[in-house]
Every structure is written in structure tokens, then in C-alpha cells.
């Protein structure tokens, strides 16, 4: 698949792909997008995924609208979802053993300055954000 005629000019040009990430990022991500780290990370996240094209971002989006191909209700496992609110609320709300970390004004980057707690649950070390859902 050939690249789309814009990646030449966002890898020339990244600040134009860092604005266009800030404009449509939630006002709690938009402030993280300002220091120069995090930036930097969600640019090259991007560029980095679009390297070779982007029919992988594609086919990324096309699952995450086109369903699961199960019902949510029916995994018995107990799941944590970490997410923002924005993006997770209808998933977390169907799985029947879900323990939902949710942030009511984060979106699809809030997990980078959280991985801490994050893995702490999974590993069982269990500390409880004070932003988490009871």
C-alpha cells in the first residue's frame, strides 16, 4: 500500500502533527501535550506506527468500531479497564467482573503518567488510585 501523500509532510514537519494531537486531545491531556516529553512521545508513537503505511491504523480503528466479535457480557474472567471515561465507559459497564479505573476528563493518553499504579494492580499489589470508581 502506498503511504498517504501527508506522512512525508508530518515527518518533515512534526509540529503540525503535535498541534493536531493537542486540538483533539482532552483538556487534561492537552496540558501534559505541552511539556516537550510528552510530545515528543506522542509524535513518535504516531510516526512510529504509520513507519510502513497506514493500513495497521486502519485495521485498528475498523476493530475498535466494527465490534469484538463476542459480547462483552459473556467473559467470566475478572478484567481491569484502564481508561478515560471518554473512551472506555461502555466496555467497562458490560464486562459483568470489570474493576473500572476511570478518569472522568482522560481520554485515549492517560495511561503514560499512571503505568505505575497500573501495573501495581496487575501484579497484586493493589493501590487503588484515589481517582478510581469504588
Do not use: K
Not at 498517504?4 to 491531556?29: D, F, G, V
Not at 513507519?51 to 462483552?72: H, L, P, Q, T
Amino acid at each position: 500500500m502506498t503511504p498517504p501523500l501527508a506522512l512525508p509532510l508530518i515527518r518533515s514537519h512534526p509540529e503540525l502533527l503535535q498541534a493536531a494531537i493537542s486540538a483533539n486531545a482532552p483538556r487534561a491531556e492537552r496540558g501534559r501535550l505541552r511539556e516537550p516529553r510528552e510530545r515528543i512521545v506522542a509524535t513518535t508513537s504516531f510516526l512510529d506506527a504509520t513507519a510502513y503505511g497506514v493500513r495497521g491504523m486502519i485495521d485498528d480503528y475498523r476493530c475498535y468500531s466494527g465490534g469484538s466479535g463476542f459480547e462483552a457480557a459473556s467473559v467470566s474472567p475478572a478484567v481491569h479497564v484502564w481508561h478515560g471515561a471518554r473512551d472506555a465507559l461502555a466496555l467497562a459497564t458490560s464486562l459483568p467482573r470489570c474493576r473500572m479505573f476511570l478518569h472522568p476528563d482522560e481520554g485515549h493518553h492517560f495511561f503514560r503518567p499512571r503505568l505505575g499504579e497500573i501495573m501495581a494492580a496487575l501484579l497484586g499489589h493493589d493501590r487503588r488510585p484515589s481517582w478510581a470508581a469504588p
